[in-house]
């Protein structure tokens, strides 16, 4: 098996071990904590379902580096996961050299309240590119992944959505919005409802970018920043899938971009003016 096959498959596996752990929490009883608010939710399930996905990657690829959304304890606290944090954990994408991006629930505040969509992700990054990603809906087991140059949901090929007319159009509003903030959130939700036919928001970063590579949405799009987790596996998922990902400007979207629209292309323009 070639390098590019082997983080395919590994990214997939990956995503599965760590749904498998959250989907076995979920609707149960959790230790839920708050980070920088109230509505920053973080859960034990999300810790557990970290060290999962860092092991199963780290017994393929035992000294690549991590950079994932939570901390976890030092590896003397394996939560039953034995040399599961083998890799070193780093608080950036670096630009040479491989490295993997976990989010382990995408979706807390969701997943927190007993509500279906969640996800979690895992990214294979070479050299500040992404070469696969899977996207993991463990409560309803969809999982979306992309490497070699395609993208699927369970395992049938993906195509973003074909749609032309704006007016047909569904957008979803993504990221996170400080309340100092909602003047603009609320200035964008309006220009997207002006423009389009129909404006959403499902909480979950991820799960919405596998929605616009599979053809469930037309497009998303946010003003605010994002992180590395949030972001790259729903990217690629949405590129390979024959969509485009740009800045605010209409430059391809990279890490530290100012903002991201994510569509199939076909009116992309528009969206760029809305936002």
Not at 16 to 40: C, Q, Y
Not at 90 to 99: D, K, L, M, Q, S
Not at 153 to 170: K, M, W, Y
Not at 182 to 193: T, Y
């Amino acid at each position: 098996m070639n390098d590019a096959r082997q983080r395919a498959a590994i990214v997939e596996r990956a995503a599965r071990a760590g749904g498998a752990v959250a989907r076995d929490a979920f609707r149960g009883p959790l230790t839920i904590e708050t980070k920088a608010g109230k509505n920053d939710l973080v859960t034990d399930s999300d810790r557990e379902t970290q060290r999962q996905i860092v092991h199963t990657v780290a017994q393929e690829f035992p000294d690549e580096p991590f950079v994932c959304e939570e901390e976890l304890e030092p590896a003397g606290d394996a939560g039953g996961l034995p040399s599961q944090h083998t890799g070193p954990m780093v608080e950036a994408v670096p630009e040479t050299g491989p490295c993997w991006v976990v989010d382990p629930i995408d979706g807390t505040a969701n997943f927190a309240r007993g509500n279906v969509l969640w996800a979690n992700s895992v990214a294979a990054v070479v050299d500040s590119e992404t070469v696969a990603a899977a996207t993991y809906l463990p409560a309803v087991q969809d999982i979306y992944t992309a490497g070699l140059e395609n993208a699927t949901r369970n395992g049938q090929r993906l195509a973003v959505s074909e749609r032309t007319d704006p007016e047909t159009f569904a957008v979803a509003l993504v990221a996170a919005w400080s309340n100092e903030r909602s003047d603009r959130f609320g200035d964008l939700a309006r220009a997207i409802n002006l423009r389009f036919g129909d404006g959403r928001r499902y909480g979950t970063l991820q799960s919405t970018l596998a929605f616009v590579a599979s053809g469930e949405l037309e497009a998303a799009v946010t003003t605010e920043p994002t992180t590395p987790w949030d972001t790259l596996a729903g990217v690629e998922l949405v590129r390979s899938a024959g969509g485009v990902v740009t800045d605010l400007h209409g430059d391809q979207w990279t890490i530290g971009s100012d903002g991201l629209v994510a569509s199939n292309g076909e009116a992309h323009e528009e969206l760029l003016a809305a936002v």
